[in-house]
């Protein structure tokens, strides 16, 4: 199933309770001994500049200083386009392409790598083992680190990592709510409540949300609810202790969307855009919980000890239909083949991170250096089986009554009760060689021990991934940098018997500069990123090493504030990926065929890729806003027969503030723009969202 996966590595945090306030300013690279930033809690309002992250490093660096790229997406932003889960925050990061995952969760490609395969979800600096909804009620910024990340983060991060950065407690009192509601039904509540001593010693946060929407598709209604809270403690000037606990529940409805016609092309079947072919046993329900226990201690100047203990658990019972195509049969009618996959998912994921930080000096060099060792263990217990439904008119879809009886195929039945235990130390060093010239080094050692009982498999590896970057600072408001990685995949559960992981390297090369007196800034970069060995089912549905991957591009992300209240964000990418190497098997009337694929793009990736958002607040408390975002066309399977044309939606907003009351008003697709997002496989596409208005309401009480 390749919808599903299954991540074997837990990765290391950033600085515990990390709020780090804007930095509008460059500084200039220390020339002695580097001083370690605080981490402090500070939540406001981020200007249009990027704030300082530790996405990167683990060490609150300005991303102006980083030798990668990064894109910072904001809270401010993400509330003027009133966005609900992860993939509306990543419409704003350059070279990444979003659509919902089969319906149920967040799919989104980074760098022509798709983020099921080459990407990796992290909260607070933890990953995240399975795909799901990424509700932004209790989120301060989206942090979306390019490249390989294995460095820092251990396995599956190929070609990127999104970093969730959350709402941390705060001192003071004060509170929030919100309330959405729009067309199709769609609504969300959220509050975000915080109690604290004034000096921020003690303090307590609660957030909350629950959305939901009856769809605009004939699919059925959705809906999703979690709760946070969070408390933090500094007993005295040198510690601090937090703890946290999350909780998601996720009941949407599955959706594979409406299937191709004809050999080729980007011809959906000609029926109504909420026409849908999903079976009546369809549903899908995911269970979260996130736990967080973390401490850090100032041992000396610049010698702090932290560590976090971390617990995810992941509940997912799902049965979901799948359009296989739609064929022509002797009756003269044209019906839709469909399959449905039963899925009853449990992971446990348990882990501790331990890291040292320290500022020091060799000689002329200062230092700000992160070491550190974490030890995780996944356990994760799976059944999945497929069955065949009964095929469907394409023109007039009425199921049997009771949906028919499913068949089920043993033969494509998988089972799992696997334990993969991770131990991995690793380093970063921030090196200041004199003002205009810095360098990075980081490296991550990972042991991976990997067992499956009831298939017997059993696999060992060790894989070092390393990542060399310098920046050189010819002025004081320009940076140019150029860096090189390496990062790994390991085998899935769903894999039996020996493999190897997959792997990948990047040298990337770019630009950064400040603008308008510190009001704006505008970063672009080039790179070129090759992924190797990529597994791919064969006739029998065994994997196989037979694939490489390469992506060229070049990625420009612009944020500015020209005037008091103006506010811009602009991206645009050119991705060129292209299969290198790949052959994958397929199965026709006359038997299993070996087909090559060399040479072909990659699906849902954009060769180009754009948007542009502007937002003025006035005085008298009026708001206005505005943005597009263009693809070009995009090919859905890997074998480029069907593909998604060219598109361009328009949003827009307007609010008005009256104290402590905001009033706003979101259209999205203004134009009503029709267009296709992502179904499954490579033989359906859902039909994108139409226009809809949404209406929303902001109450803020107590001081911030």
Do not use: C
Not at 334 to 339: A, E, F, L, Q, S
Not at 422 to 438: E, F, G, M, N, T
Not at 498 to 510: I, L, M, Y
């Amino acid at each position: 199933m390749n919808w599903r996966t299954l991540g074997l590595m837990v990765v290391a945090t950033s600085p515990a309770f990390a709020q780090e306030p804007a930095s509008p300013e460059k500084k200039d690279p220390p020339e002695a001994t580097p001083r370690r930033q605080e981490t402090v809690n500070v939540e406001a309002e981020l200007p249009a500049l990027p704030p300082a992250s530790s996405a990167a490093t683990r060490i609150p660096v300005a991303v102006q200083d980083l030798p990668v790229t990064l894109s910072v997406v904001p809270r401010r932003l993400i509330r003027d386009q009133d966005g609900f889960v992860l993939g509306d925050a990543l419409r704003n990061a350059s070279g990444v392409n979003v659509a919902p995952g089969f319906g149920v969760f967040d799919f989104f490609t980074i760098r022509g790598f798709d983020s099921l395969t080459g990407g990796l979800v992290l909260t607070d600096g933890v990953a995240e083992p399975e795909s799901t909804f990424y509700p932004l009620y209790n989120v301060r910024q989206v942090e979306v680190l390019k490249g390989p990340a294995a460095f820092l983060y251990g396995g599956n991060a190929l070609a990127g990592a999104v970093q969730i950065v959350r709402k941390q407690p705060a001192g003071g009192r004060f509170a929030e709510a919100s309330l959405t509601y729009g067309r199709f039904g769609t609504f969300e509540g959220a509050v975000d409540g915080n109690v604290g001593r004034a000096d921020g010693t003690l303090a307590l946060r609660v957030n909350g949300v629950w959305q939901g929407s009856d769809g605009y598709r004939d699919v059925g209604s959705g809906s999703l609810a979690a709760l946070n809270p969070a408390l933090s403690w500094r007993p005295d000037d040198k510690t601090r202790l937090g703890a946290s606990f999350e909780y998601v529940r996720s009941d949407w409805p599955p959706d594979t969307g409406v299937p191709f016609v004809g050999e080729s092309g980007s011809s959906l079947a000609h029926v109504p855009r909420t026409r849908s072919y999903q079976s009546p046993f369809d549903a899908s329900a995911q269970d979260v919980y996130r736990l967080r226990v973390e401490g850090e201690r100032r041992l000396g100047p610049s010698l702090t000890l932290r560590n976090r203990l971390y617990f995810t658990q992941l509940g997912w019972v799902s049965d979901g239909t799948l359009v296989n195509g739609a064929f022509p049969f002797p009756d003269g009618r044209t019906y839709v083949i469909r399959t449905l996959v039963l899925l009853d998912d449990r992971q446990r994921l348990v882990g501790d991170q331990l890291e040292l930080l320290s500022s020091f000096r060799t000689g002329a060099v200062g230092h700000d250096l992160l070491a550190g060792i974490e030890v995780s263990r996944l356990q994760d217990r799976f059944v999945q089986d497929v069955a065949l439904l009964d095929p469907i008119d394409l023109l007039v879809p009425v199921e049997r009554p009771g949906g028919g009886t499913p068949v089920t195929l043993p033969a494509f039945g998988l089972a799992g009760d696997s334990r993969s235990l991770v131990i991995a130390p690793y380093v970063v060093d921030r090196l200041a060689l004199s003002k205009q010239w810095q360098a990075f080094a980081g490296a991550r050692l990972d042991r991976l021990d990997y067992e499956d009982r009831p298939t017997g498999t059993s696999r060992g590896d060790t894989r070092l991934s390393p990542l060399l970057g310098i920046v050189y600072s010819p002025a004081r408001d320009v940076s140019l940098h150029a860096s090189a990685g390496t990062s790994f995949a390991p085998p899935s559960t769903q894999v039996v018997g020996p493999r190897e992981p997959e792997t990948s390297r990047q040298v990337e090369v770019g630009a950064k500069l400040q603008l308008l007196g510190g009001r704006a800034f505008l970063g672009a970069s080039a790179y070129v990123l090759e992924r190797k060995d990529i597994a791919i089912p064969d006739s029998t549905g065994l994997f196989k090493q037979a694939g490489d991957q390469r992506s060229r591009g070049i990625e420009v992300d612009f944020s500015a504030e020209p005037a008091h209240g103006l506010i811009a964000y602009a991206t645009y990418a050119f991705t060129d990926a292209e299969l290198t190497r790949f052959a994958e098997a397929v199965n026709t009337p006359a038997g299993p065929i070996v087909l090559d694929r060399s040479g072909n793009r990659p699906p849902f990736v954009p060769r180009h890729l754009a948007s542009l958002w502007l937002s003025k607040e006035f005085a008298n408390g009026l708001g206005l806003a505005g943005g597009v975002r263009a693809l070009s066309d995009q090919f859905v399977g890997e074998d480029n027969r069907y593909r998604i044309d060219a598109y361009a939606t328009v949003d827009a907003a307007a609010w008005y503030r009256a104290g402590r009351v905001r009033f706003a008003v979101n259209v999205k697709n203004l134009t009503g723009a029709e267009y296709a997002t992502r179904g499954f496989g490579g033989v359906s596409a859902i039909p994108g969202r139409p226009r809809e208005v949404l209406g929303r309401i902001d109450l803020r009480l107590g001081a911030r």
